[in-house]
């Protein structure tokens, strides 16, 4: 891959963008469009189709016909497989271009985005590509005279709404197993990440995907987003954003067809370093980095630093150095660790939390505040927050920035209960060179993934998922294809 050439693709003009339905490019039925704005400047980049309910029924319409027509949910796995091997050489073919397109939409740091966007996505789709035609049914141990078969069907037409941080990685955790299980899918992008989704789709059209197999619809999550959760023709519903988005998704099952919903929704993941952490340095790197690049914008980010009191001060002081050294700004810099916030809006809030703490008497120990104002772009400061108490808003709710919330424990149990202490379950780690400590810790914190002696970087193979109220059900790993498959046994009587 050339990277010289994203100076030329930073500058290239984007072309208004349309929706995937049916196989064919379409606008808004009322022909209404809404703004990209560019996270590195403030400028426009280009517009999106605002999707109206219509356009949405129109997308469901062609995912149902495809499903019940079995274009797509009745080929082989392995007609299946080739064709999806096929997307993922097209996608990886323009690697850099989708990435440096996404960067321009949702600030990424481009060092993050080439390997977590583009690339990810294309890992994501030969997985499940290669896995489909491994997958076997089962026969029951039943009594004799009597046959269980359990099959593995497709389970239908999947609505899959996304957020704006990875649209490409969390976008194939979702496309990838639907359809290597041979679901239709129809795809809700956020406002303010839809581009790259758009272009994948069109790409999966060339590599001989039937058209209405996968169904791009572009707009506000109110409007696109509500319609496809409120479908009685959409039978599974998959979504990566806000809590608060994701209670709606329940209510609009519930009102509708009892779709089945699975939520990924955040969290406010502990990062446990205690004083026998094995490298503190390394320690004082893996936290900066799980919560500052991609400038927070990440779910499963260590967002409260859990320390031991007898290293508290010297460890802030190392991560203070460290984050203090990072360099913030320009995304399409190859030497960036963290890019621009995805929004104004964004920024506002993640601004507004650090008000409230120093509002509330918490030391600032760094960063804070906007920064690079004159490039009209949303850039943030890592920041770090010490005092933080276990009540305070800034330990339980998500920020979804660069921001660290650190609180001082003085043993295991204090660590745990603090670690414990929200309403979220999504990621965690603990730094020790205990061996005991760290079972002890994985089997005591509450979360769907605990990382020992890091923080992020797991991959493909392991389920993704949260408890508590990040979530329910499992993305990456052959587990997500559970959400995509339905069971169906056929009993005999011999
Ligand atoms: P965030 O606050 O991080 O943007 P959201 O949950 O609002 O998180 O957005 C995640 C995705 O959910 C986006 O694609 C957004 O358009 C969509 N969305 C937002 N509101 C709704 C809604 N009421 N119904 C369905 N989808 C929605």
Redesign the pocket.
Known sequence: MDISQIETLRRLPVAPARHVIDGALHDASDGQVMQVVSPINGQSLTTLPRGTDADAQAAITSARCAFDDGRWSERSPAERKKVLLKWADLIEAQALELAVLGVRENGTEIAMALKAEPLSAVATIRYYAEAIDKLYGEIAPTAPGTLGLVHREPAGVVGA????NFPLMIGAWKLGPALAAGCSVVL????TASLTLLRIAELALDAGLPPGVLNVVTG???T???A??ESMDVDVLV????G???R??LE?SARSNLKRVYLELGGKSPNVVFADAPNLDEAVKVTANGIFRNSGQVCIAGTRLLVERSIHDVFVEKLKTFSEAMTVGDPLDPATTAGAVNSQRQLQQNLEFVAEARAAGRKIVTGGTQILQDTGGYYMAPTIVTGVQPTDRLAQHEV?GPVLAVQPFDSEDEAVTLANGTDYGLAAAVWTSNLSRAHRMVRRIRAGIVHVNTYGGSDLTVPLGGVGQSGNGHDKSLHAFDKYLDLKTAWFKL
């Open positions: 709404i996304v957020p704006w809700k992008p956020a406002e506000e999550g109110g696109v987003g509500a496809i959760a979504f990566t954003g806000s608060a988005t994701g709606r998704l609009a979804f």
